[in-house]
């Protein structure tokens, strides 16, 4: 990789490869297809490699399948889908053809397997997924089958502490878990 530009789709609109702020990414390990968070059309987009038009899910809504500001995407070993659905406060799971499979949804709230602002994701080598939470400061764990396993931080400047973690969070190939602590300025590492 040395930085030299290839090529860019997408414009401002509603329709095929036209996007409103679009915010997370994820390439399918499987079919090498990119995912696309389309927030404020509230949908995914996905592409072929080449970076033509594959299909879309979802709609503005509350309902399965549906969502309310998509906000950041993970892609199991599997190949299946995990979406953010922000305003919703809930993670939703997809096949890699945008069939709704289920959710995590415990409602709105601090309490665990509550999610407030679900915001970044990202599946560790076990099938674990680790989801930041804006507003409620910190970072939240489920199996691949929405079951709550732990969560951790709260808000602060401290370690272990996050200020609104938004939309950064991956693993290396160490499994080594990096969270981009929005409001505090900084990378941490787990």
Do not use: W
């Amino acid at each position: 990789m040395d930085g030299q530009y290839i090529d860019s789709v997408g414009s401002n609109g509603t329709g095929p490869l036209q996007f409103k702020s679009p915010h997370g990414i994820a390439v399918s390990p499987l079919k090498k297809r990119i995912y696309i968070a389309d927030t404020h059309n509230h949908r995914v987009q996905v592409l072929n490699p080449d970076l033509m038009f594959c299909r879309s899910f979802g709609k503005e809504g509350t309902g399965d399948g549906e969502f309310k500001s998509p906000t950041n995407i993970a892609i199991d070993s599997e190949g299946l889908v995990y979406v953010t659905d922000m305003n919703n406060n809930r993670v939703q799971k997809f096949t890699h053809d945008g069939k709704y499979l289920s959710k995590f949804d415990e409602g709105q709230g601090s309490g665990p397997g509550q999610l407030y602002h679900p915001a970044g994701i990202a599946v560790d080598n076990a099938g674990l997924v680790y989801v930041s939470e804006y507003d409620n400061h910190r970072v939240s764990i489920f199996t691949s089958d929405g079951a709550f396993v732990h969560s951790f931080g709260e808000k602060g400047a401290n370690e272990d502490q996050f200020q609104d973690p938004h939309v950064g969070v991956t693993f290396d190939k160490d499994g080594l878990l990096y969270i981009c602590d929005t409001y505090n300025n900084r990378l941490v590492v787990y």
